[in-house]
Each structure stands twice: as structure tokens, then as C-alpha cells.
């Protein structure tokens, strides 16, 4: 019990390690994104406020002709948030008959946000914000119940990604610094940081870190390439062109957005194919560590193929489901086929679609390679001194809280 608990030990100071590695980059990230980034605030947005819905006092119709009428819905509620916090006061809900989808009538008990113009509270939207944080606390409690510390190490890592993304990335791009240069920092970042926290500091992660960088370049390379070759504005939609109005350091390129929407969009399919990858061929060699250079690559290949159909198959789907309604807008307003996959935003859309099953492709053979000149020889090099594999496991909720001695 003595020797597992000195593994526990010693992996959880690996894993601290891990995390702290990981919280220094992005604290220095940010300090150095962040420097020089405009502020960018505009003071005649209204600000909302907050409130409950204590009870409806009146509906109203307001007829404009025989077939359009609006409905006006007079509320009181209870702020809850600001300055105003504990006040009831009275506002309005407007329901214009024009729009074929409306949002749902006010009623008693719904959380709401709301806007102060003219002497007068309005409605503005729902919160659902606090809906969202409870479904994510659902799955970070699955994600602990079912992967115990391999759970905690996804949580952990997801956030340090998605910090990466709004605390560094973003400010880069608003401090007018170089966005190809940061996309592909903020890659890197959260496939090391993602793969050590889910496998530990070892060979496996080694090799699955190396065939995904590789694998995600080489999507930053195809990309640079087809942006070229198809001659990309960047002027996709006016979410897109209204960037360039930004009052930033440096114009921001809207051609270097795509290229980051892009590559971080594969990532997550690139790093699921390397890891798949080096954990199957990890196996493979501690049981069959006789098999040849060759031999091995060649597993990894076949291996390779039989996860390569489904995940590009899912980075497809994403990327159509993502964009459905702008494809159902354009079909119905193109009459040509091929002018519709001439239009840039279906280009794009098939570009990451593409670039993503070619990262995918090109990680399979390099993490084969990597793993293959990277595993040991010979079964007894799988053992070490404690007579536990050398990539164990993170101990589990049960072993970390254990007094045993």
C-alpha cells in the first residue's frame, strides 16, 4: 500500500504541476494580449436590468388594420440585480403581429431582462443564462460520477481551454496583434495542457501530443494555401464586416478569423483521433512488443481508418448543423447549384469541413510514427520500479481520499 501511495504522490504532484504550468501561460498570455487592447464601450447601448415577474395586470390588443394587430402585456415585477435590487415596478411587453415567430407571453414567476428608456420600463428578453448553469452542473457532476479523476481532468481542462479562447485569444485580436500567429498559440496551449491533465506526463501523451500538433498544422498550412487559391475577402455575412468597424489598434483581417475559426474548430477532432491513436497502439505494443516497425505502423493505419469515417463524418455534420439556416436561406434564394457553392459563406463552410478531414488524415499516419519510434522495445520496459504501468492513472475519488497508510 506503501509503493501505491507513493505513485499517488508522485502523480499528484505531476498533476499540480500540470495546472500551475497551465495557469502561469495563461496569466502571461493575458498580460501580454491584453496590453495596448482598446476599450471598447459604447455609451448609448441601454443597460438591463434584472427582474422576476410578480404577477400580469393587463392585455391589450392594438389593431392596426383587419389582418395585423399587436399585443401590449403590462406586468409587475421585482428587480433583483443593480441598484434597483428589491424594487417593484411596472413594465411592458410588446408582441408585434408582423414577425411569424414571437417570443412567449410574460408570465408569473419568469426571470426576465429589462431596459429603462423614455420614463418607462420594457421588456428586452428572457434570462436563461441560470438554466444553462444548471444543465452544466448536471454534466460536470456526470462527468465526475462516471470518470471520477479522468472527469475532473476533462472539467479542468475544458476550462483552461475555453479561458484561453476569452481571456487571450480575444484580447489579441482586439489588442490588434497577429491572429494567425495567436490561433495557432492558442492550439497548442490546449492540446499540451488537454493532453497531459486527461493522460498524464508519459509516452502516450507524448506521442498523441506530437501527431495532433502535426496534424493541426498541417491544417494551418492547407489553410493559408486554399485562402489564396480561392481568393478569400472575409466579407461573409454582416457579423463579419461589422469587425472592420471596430475602433481596434490594427484593422482586424477577417481572412486571419477564418483561418482561427478554422483551426480551432478542428482541434477537438484532430486531438480525439491522436489520442484514440497512441492509447490503442499503447496497448497493442505491451501486449505484442515483438512486432516490427513496420508491422506497428501498419496497425496504427488500420486503426486509423476505422476511426477516421465516423469523425469526419461528425466534423461534417457540425459544421452543416452550425450553419443550417444560412444554407436553407441561400437555397431558397439561389436558383443555381453551382452559384451556390460559389458564394463565400458556403465556401468557408466546406472549407473547415475539408481542412478538418484532411487534419484528421494527416494525424493518423504521424501519430503512428511518433508512437512507433517512441514506445519501448520490450514488455519489461512497460513496468516500472513500483510494478505498475508507466502511464497509470490519476488515482481515482476514493484512492485520493483514502487515510490508509
Not at 408569473?108 to 428572457?126: K, N, Q, V
Not at 448553469?133 to 483552461?160: H, M
Not at 469526419?312 to 444554407?327: F, P
Not at 514488455?379 to 488515482?395: A, C, I, L, N, R
Request: with cysteine.
Amino acid at each position: 500500500m506503501k509503493i501505491a501511495m507513493n505513485i499517488n504522490r508522485k502523480s499528484l504532484t505531476t498533476y499540480a504541476v500540470i495546472i500551475i504550468f497551465a495557469l502561469l501561460i495563461l496569466y502571461i498570455g493575458n498580460r501580454i494580449a491584453s496590453d495596448g487592447m482598446v476599450e471598447l464601450y459604447y455609451g448609448d447601448l441601454l443597460p438591463t436590468t434584472e427582474a422576476r415577474v410578480n404577477k400580469v395586470l393587463d392585455i391589450a390588443e392594438i389593431h392596426h388594420n383587419d389582418w395585423m394587430s399587436d399585443i401590449l402585456i403590462t406586468f409587475e415585477a421585482s428587480v433583483t440585480r443593480g441598484e434597483n435590487r428589491g424594487k417593484i415596478i411596472t413594465a411592458t411587453q410588446l408582441i408585434i403581429d408582423y414577425f411569424a415567430a414571437q417570443p412567449r407571453e410574460i408570465a408569473e414567476g419568469d426571470r426576465i431582462a429589462l431596459i429603462y428608456t423614455h420614463g418607462e420600463w420594457h421588456f428586452f428578453e428572457y434570462v436563461r443564462i441560470n438554466t444553462i448553469i444548471f444543465l452544466g452542473a448536471v454534466f460536470a457532476v456526470l462527468l465526475l460520477l462516471f470518470g471520477r479523476f479522468k472527469g475532473l481532468s476533462a472539467i479542468l481542462s475544458l476550462g483552461f481551454t475555453c479561458v484561453a479562447i476569452f481571456a487571450v485569444f480575444i484580447p489579441a485580436i482586439l489588442s490588434g496583434r497577429n491572429i494567425y500567429v495567436w490561433a495557432v498559440m492558442v492550439c497548442i496551449y490546449a492540446v499540451i495542457v488537454t493532453l497531459l491533465l486527461l493522460n498524464g506526463a508519459n509516452k502516450k501523451s507524448l506521442a498523441a501530443i506530437a501527431g495532433c500538433l502535426g496534424g493541426v498544422l498541417s491544417a494551418a498550412v492547407l489553410t493559408l494555401i486554399m485562402d489564396r487559391a480561392l481568393r478569400l475577402t472575409g466579407m461573409i455575412d454582416t457579423d463579419f464586416v461589422s469587425l472592420t468597424f471596430l475602433p481596434t489598434a490594427n484593422p482586424i483581417n477577417l481572412n486571419a478569423i477564418i483561418f482561427a475559426g478554422i483551426i480551432i474548430g478542428a482541434v477537438g477532432a484532430v486531438m480525439d483521433v491522436a489520442v484514440s491513436i497512441s492509447s490503442a497502439l499503447w496497448e497493442l505494443k505491451r501486449t505484442a512488443p515483438q512486432l516490427s516497425f513496420g508491422e506497428f505502423l501498419k496497425s496504427g493505419v488500420n486503426i486509423g481508418r476505422d476511426i477516421m469515417g465516423s469523425m469526419t463524418n461528425t466534423l461534417v455534420l457540425a459544421y452543416i448543423g452550425s450553419s443550417l439556416t444560412v444554407i436553407l436561406l441561400l437555397i431558397v434564394y439561389t436558383d443555381s447549384l453551382a452559384e451556390l457553392l460559389s458564394r463565400e459563406l458556403v465556401i468557408i463552410e466546406l472549407l473547415k469541413a475539408l481542412i478538418g478531414g484532411m487534419g484528421i488524415l494527416l494525424t493518423m499516419p504521424l501519430t503512428a510514427i511518433v508512437c512507433a519510434v517512441l514506445y519501448p522495445q520490450s514488455q519489461e520496459d512497460y513496468k516500472d520500479g513500483t510494478g505498475m504501468d508507466d502511464d497509470s492513472e490519476m488515482p481515482s475519488l476514493e484512492e485520493l481520499f483514502s487515510d490508509s497508510d
